[in-house]
């Protein structure tokens, strides 16, 4: 390749630019089983997603319209007719609500993983960076509450931020930051470690050497090789971030009824249906979770495995050694990083 | 957290600064430092909860406001002082958990630390079987799948792990109801024992408060059928959520300690492949899953939580819920600090035997 390059225009090796993103890019390495699971995944994450969207399309009626031009909705009618998936005890049509569900779903994993990224990266950086006490103080409450139940995190956020009580920007915001909080030490953990690791790399010291500000080093330097590890834990945290928001908004810490829906909340409606039962109000939302998460997750793990050779399927299967195994990788490269310190 | 890659490393000693001068130090040297952690880990948590419950106001607004005419309402307030500077409170209400005073509730007037007492034996016993569910399902399923790796039982255990993991536990607690109690009418639905037996129980000579450990020590074997039939659904829901992470761990170090030149050995020697996987490849690959089951005691007092609220079971988690609902919030935060010491205390142990087993850990 070199020898040519001098007389033919140079042609990039790693080819063009669109087969580099992320996704992408993990999808032309996988094979087999591997490629099922990813496919799989991306599905049920795309499904998810454009629910999201056209919510407003797709939902027949609004999130909590108990009526429409033919009178009130009957209250907890079986699924069928008018009603695809049933009534709840309020007369919600729990199809809407479903779908509904999902664009409130969406917003929070916007708001809480693009939070917690910025601000759990900026702090990783700088503690990772200058070191010092300021590490040290930084790491120690980053355990702290890494180790709590990520629940009761959000739990006692929440309180703070709206004392409990929400309207829709509000409990999504609340909900959002709740989440946050949880995943902060998370990102701040794996950022901090690799900035150590980066920061005794030669082309940190040359930087210096050559009279680069700290600020510029961190951001030019150092950020752009230690963000690689982001797009794993992005997917891994949206899926758990569609977990802690059910569970606050079973606790009844999720958003009002009547300013957005929410599955948790709607599955804590639905347990007193249960003993009579009606399992329409609760089977539906349930499944809604269970489908998103094992949607993100699929792709997380699938991406997980693709990241690391040793793992990756070979388009020439050979024996069964070296097939489709994610943890040990998974487990091996988080501790590398962290450990690495 | 409830990550499926399971455990980054944790205890987040490897990243404190007092290991590396300590290279070389003894196990007792060791235990006693990890030892001190425990309390900075506790205090931080501690300050948190009282400062962040602190930024929407007092207590007492928060729980009677509205209900009580403003007067009044003073009037309370100063009398339990809360109209003070907030770190003369923070100092007090620390000097108060030294001493085992968690603060009475606002909503039923109690001291938190007898509702602690009361309902913790609750949560410690659904954690405990639902820990169990988690080992029975969790080992077994695992060595299944490390022996099978990369044919259709494999294939199909790890959807299910990542099914175990994907379905909250109250969606999932809500299907064993509908299943079980309501269509096959084989267990109840709901609660820890049926009321007769309930007070039954509660009325023992110094109750335990865990239930069928109170049942064997009365001898009344009625009781202790009617505890068991309540725990299963409660157990195997908490339990499901964990088993599938024991299940991969498992498989993976299984897989791990079968390529070890050992087994290989053993295999050569005509060891049948049912007695390397059972028992040569098994134990070394045991270790990791005691570092592990500290980490999960966090995700189970969470999960506990939300099980607690699905079967009315009355532990902590329930009662935690239910203040919520009050907004009484000295409850809640006896509650959370509670919970954190169990979760400090917890890890300081695991980290304890893992060291005692691995002695590469001390370092």
Redesign the interface.
């Known amino acids: 390749m070199s020898t040519t390059a001098v007389t033919e225009p140079v042609k990039d090796p790693r080819g063009p630019w669109f087969r580099r993103l992320p996704v992408i890019s993990h999808f032309n390495k996988s094979v087999g ?1 591997q490629r099922g699971m990813l496919v799989a995944g991306l599905v049920l994450t795309a499904v998810f997603l454009l629910t999201a969207i056209f919510a407003p399309l797709i939902a027949p009626f609004g999130f909590s319209q108990i009526s429409d031009a033919d009178g009130g909705f009957p209250a907890q009618e079986a699924p069928g007719g008018k009603h695809l998936m049933g009534t709840t005890v309020g007369g919600y049509d729990v199809f809407s609500r479903v779908v509904w569900g999902a664009q409130t779903a969406v917003l929070v994993i916007i708001v809480a993983v693009i939070m917690s990224i910025f601000i759990g990266v900026i702090l990783g950086l700088v503690s990772g960076y200058i070191g010092g006490w300021l590490d ?1 103080t930084l ?14 995190v959000a ?3 929440a ?2 931020i709206s ?2 009580r929400s309207s829709l920007w509000g409990g999504i915001l609340a909900a959002a930051i709740s989440i946050t909080v ?1 995943f902060i030490p ?1 990102y701040f ?2 950022i901090r ?1 690799e900035t150590i690791r980066l920061k005794a790399e030669p082309f940190v010291e040359s930087a210096k050497v050559v009279g680069a500000s700290n600020i510029r080093i961190m951001r030019l330097h150092v950020f752009k090789n230690a963000t690689r590890t982001l797009p794993l834990i992005f997917t ?2 949206a ?2 971030a569609i ?1 802690t928001l ?2 606050l908004g ?4 999720g958003i009002e009824p009547t300013s957005a829906a929410e599955w ?1 909340f709607d ?2 409606k ?2 007193a249906d ?4 009606i ?1 329409w109000t ?2 539906y939302p ?1 499944l809604a ?2 489908l998103t ?2 949607g993100l ?2 792709v ?2 699938s991406i ?1 495995d693709l990241n690391d050779p040793r793992l990756r399927g070979r388009k020439k299967a050979v024996s ?1 050694k070296g ?6 990788g ?2 091996a490269a ?2 590398a ?3 690495s ?1 | ?12 000693e ?4 007092i290991k590396k001068k300590t290279s070389g130090g003894g196990l007792g040297r060791y235990i006693l430092i990890r030892f001190f952690l425990i309390f ?2 506790i205090l ?2 501690v300050t ?2 009282f400062f ?2 602190r ?3 007092d207590p007492i607004t ?1 729980a009677l406001g509205g209900r009580l005419p403003p007067e009044q309402l003073q009037e309370r307030i100063t009398a339990a002082g809360y109209d003070r500077p907030i770190f003369v409170q923070y100092f007090e209400y620390l000097a108060q958990l030294i001493t085992g005073n968690f603060g009475t509730t606002l909503s039923d007037n109690r001291p938190v630390s007898e509702m602690l007492a009361t309902y913790g034996a609750a949560t410690l016993e659904l954690t405990i079987n639902a820990l169990l569910v988690a080992l029975a399902v969790g080992i077994p399923l695992g060595l299944i799948a490390a022996h099978r ?2 044919k259709g039982p494999d ?1 199909a255990l790890r959807v299910f792990a ?2 175990c ?4 536990v ?2 999932s607690g ?2 064993f ?2 299943t079980f ?3 096959l009418g084989w267990l109840p ?1 709901a609660g820890r024992a049926t009321p007769a037996n309930e007070l039954a129980l509660t009325s023992l000579e110094s109750p335990t408060g865990i239930y069928w450990l109170d049942a064997i020590r009365s001898g009344n074997t009625a009781a202790l059928a009617d505890v068991m039939a309540h725990a299963v659904l409660p157990a195997l829901a908490l339990g499901l959520l964990t088993a599938g992470i024991f299940l ?2 498992v ?2 170090n299984v ?2 300690t079968l390529g070890k030149d050992y087994v290989e050995a053993g295999r050569s020697r005509g060891v049948s492949e049912y007695r390397l996987v059972t028992k040569h490849a098994y134990k070394p690959a045991l270790i990791p899953i005691i570092t592990v089951m500290g980490l999960q005691i ?2 189970l ?2 999960g506990a ?2 099980t607690e ?2 079967f009315e079971w009355k532990g902590l988690g329930f009662q ?2 239910t203040y ?2 009050a ?1 009484d ?1 000295v409850a ?1 935060q006896g509650i ?1 600090v509670l ?2 010491v169990i ?2 205390v917890t ?1 300081f142990f695991v980290d304890i035997v893992a060291a005692l087993i691995d002695p590469r850990v001390r370092y």
């Open positions: 089983l040290r790491v120690v409450i980053a355990d702290a509450i890494y180790a709590f139940p990520p629940l009761l739990i006692v956020m309180i703070a004392g409990g949880v998370q953990r794996v470690a891994l945290n899926s758990e977990l059910a569970g079973f606790l009844g810490f948790g599955l804590n639905a347990l249960t003993t009579s039962g399992w609760g089977v349930g979770i269970v998460v094992l997750t699929l997380g793990e997980n069964g097939g489709p195994d994610s943890t040990p998974a487990q988080l501790e990083e962290v450990r310190s | 957290m409830t990550t499926l890659i399971e455990a980054p490393p944790t205890d987040g490897g990243l404190l600064p900075p880990t931080i948590l948190m909860v962040l419950m930024t929407t106001g928060a790796r990369d294939a990542i099914l993991y994907a379905t909250p109250f969606f809500l299907l109801k509908l109690s309501v269509w639905v991969r761990l498989r993976t897989i791990g966090a995700v007092l969470g939580v939300l609220t699905t935690l819920a919520l609902t907004r919030f809640v959370v919970l954190a979760v400090a890890n």
